[in-house]
């Protein structure tokens, strides 16, 4: 895996293996393609207690660590997902749900292990930006009612038949 300039790094307490292999699970292009342990005692534990793991989502490296809890994960840094068919769109916002993630308001979810996922309609923003202000408010406002994005109902809205 080449390194990129600027690579997302999560911080997890034990799971960062586990965390890495579901979301590879879920994602085409996606894989873990290295988990090193730290070989020397850290402030986070004994030798072998820290987990390095790289991965891949969508072919876009990542790196995830296991070293014991320090700050939870919130809604200030979340990963956004563009999706072109409502199929997909609930393909990936099922998957993240699975074995307790939470769904919260406008395509936003938490997965079982706290981070924030915004799963979005690809068109969402050619919508919301229509120069017509009233058909992009008509599907803001149809946005701010839902949990998972519904296109056919956005698309609606901004045509007016909904």
Not at 73 to 89: G, K, R, T, Y
Not at 115 to 121: H, R, T, V
């Amino acid at each position: 895996m080449s390194i990129q300039k600027i690579t997302p790094f999560l911080w997890y307490a034990k799971e960062a293996e586990e965390a890495a292999a579901f979301y590879a699970s879920i994602f085409p292009d996606s894989r873990v393609t290295r988990v090193n342990t730290l070989p020397s005692e850290s402030p986070s534990g004994p030798p072998g207690s820290v987990k390095v793991v790289e991965f891949l989502l969508f072919g876009q490296p990542f790196v995830a660590m296991s070293a014991g809890p320090l700050d939870p994960f919130n809604h200030a840094v979340s990963f956004s997902v563009s999706c072109d068919s409502q199929a997909e769109l609930d393909r990936y916002w099922n998957a993240l749900l699975q074995r307790g993630g939470s769904p919260e308001q406008c395509g936003w979810l938490k997965d079982r292990y706290g981070l924030s996922w915004q799963i979005i309609p690809s068109i969402l923003g050619e919508l919301m930006g229509d120069p017509d202000r009233a058909r992009a408010k008509r599907v803001a406002d149809a946005m701010l009612k839902m949990v998972k994005f519904d296109i056919a109902a956005l698309q609606a809205a901004h045509a007016g038949t909904r």
